[in-house]
């Protein structure tokens, strides 16, 4: 009886090398799959933080001009001028700022704050008595669409709202305003005594602070969430009251 030498692979090493081919092909494919998975939530994520930063600073860009009033000269006392002769000036009375009001609204649809600020009128000057209509401003933020808008003036007395941010890459998940407000008593400054049973009460001054908190999701992925703050101090200080004539 004579035996010959094997040649090629047998059925059993056959499927065993094919086993171990497919395992490392799968292992392959899960390393493959994660990788492409981490780049597209990165991506996601660097989208959803770039979408928020832009947003803030709109919105922080816009706070620093609340209660910009323009005709400053109308908010400081002015003495009596050239007295004693045809040209003499009465003294003048300092005004209230008619676009200091800041005004937070949180409805079961929105959450907002709306305020003013002059702003150059064709011809004209900055400011007036009565703030004009393109003088609101603010921002809100629609519940039901999960979008930020910006106001930026009214026409026919209506608002125009503008989206700053794109529901179809991320949603606003939620907003918080908090806005603060440091009072000051400045009867100090005063000629005359103020602020005593006798006496009307003494000027207030205010520091106003907003701070606000973004809370972005992305529209494709909702296990994609970022938070962004920022805080803004309102340049414009509301003074209320007056001193004792």
């Not at 171990?20 to 492409?36: D, F, H, K, R």
């Not at 649809?109 to 004009?132: H, I, K, N």
């Not at 998940?173 to 009460?201: L, W």
Request: charged share 20%; glycine share 8%; net charge negative.
């Amino acid at each position: 009886m004579t035996f010959s030498s094997q040649r090629g692979l047998g059925l059993v090493e056959l499927m065993v090398g094919i086993t171990v081919g497919l395992i490392v092909a799968a292992g392959a494919s899960m390393v493959a799959v994660n990788q492409i998975n981490e780049h597209r939530r990165l991506m996601l994520e660097t989208q959803i933080q770039q979408d928020l930063r832009t947003a803030a600073d709109l919105l922080q860009q816009d706070l620093r001009r609340a209660g910009f009033r323009g005709l400053t000269e109308q908010g400081v006392w002015a003495p009596p001028s050239a007295v004693g002769t045809a040209a003499e000036q009465a003294s003048k009375t300092a005004s209230a700022n008619p676009y200091i009001s800041v005004v937070k609204a949180d409805t079961p649809g929105a959450l907002s704050l709306t305020y003013m600020y002059a702003r150059y009128s064709g011809g004209g000057l900055f400011g007036a008595e009565v703030p004009r209509d393109a003088e609101h401003f603010g921002f809100k933020w629609d519940k039901s669409s999960k979008t930020l808008y910006l106001r930026i003036g009214s026409t026919d007395g209506q608002d125009n709202w503008l989206p700053i941010t794109d529901p179809d890459s991320v949603r606003i998940t939620d907003f918080d305003i908090e806005v603060t407000s440091q009072p000051t008593n400045v009867g100090d400054f005063c000629d005359k005594p103020c602020g005593t049973a006798s006496t009307p009460a003494c000027p207030i001054h205010e520091v106003r602070q907003v701070k606000f908190t973004l809370v972005g999701e992305a529209r494709h992925d909702s296990n994609v969430k970022r938070t962004l703050s920022g805080v803004e101090r309102l340049r414009a200080d509301s003074i209320s009251g007056a001193c004792p004539a």
